[in-house]
């Protein structure tokens, strides 16, 4: 069985598009919404593609109509573009949003996964880095061969005492300085760490075409064309780092 894992598409529609990857099962570990401004159709593919899925901080905020507010950082842009996320959803995506578990446990390929966003003792917003000794401790009493994670926007995967630990990054919205969408796709027990091109200047022409100010766009544009804020640097050109895939295997013992 061939699991395409994804998290935190988080509206950036021509990001999810641009996912070309043969799958027989799909996994989402929750974020569908905010930063982006095209949450009704990531939301729709999710609903028709995600065999199954978990909710995030962003899609609790955004079913519960949290709002938020910042003055800086990426809780500014959360704060701007949740009215607009809110506003563009039918009450059926916003329901779908609202009845996504928190937690989900999944007996997959003769192994047990466990979904979840952030980490098992904080469903929806702990930090999860990847570091073994920090998992070691939220796995203590965790049932499960293979724990899916979100949240922190870096792809990685870990072997901790046995069990798989996977992040597979951020769809829409990556924070690890390569502006390139990832993903995860588990096979045979191994896992693959994948990174992808889309149109980056699609999705800003969408914010460009907002009513958001011109300070927030200018943000957003930032970290969607450079992976991050606050240390904008563009890829070179034909680099390596620029190739369509690039991929870490890390395999799970039968």
Known sequence: MRILILSDVHANWPALQAIDEPHDLCLFLGDAVDYGLEPGPCIDWLIHHAHYGVRGNHDHGVAQCVKIEGRSGYKHLTGVTRPINRARLTP??????????????????????????????????????GEVEFWRRRLDSIQADVVCVGHTHHPFCLQVDGRLVINPGSVGLPRDGD?????????DGEVTLKRFDYPIEQTIARIEQSDLPSRSQQLLADAFRFGQLHQPRLLPVGSAATSVTSATNIGLGE
Not at 95 to 107: E, G, N, Q, W
Not at 117 to 122: E, K, V
Not at 180 to 186: D, I, L
């Open 179 to 187: 502006p390139r969408g990832s993903y995860a796709v588990y096979e």
């Open 92 to 129: 059926c995506q916003r329901r779908y949003l609202a009845d996504l578990p928190i937690t989900r446990y999944l007996s997959l390929a003769n192994k047990t996964f466990l979904l979840v966003h952030a980490t098992p003792r904080d469903p929806l917003d702990e930090y999860g880095p």
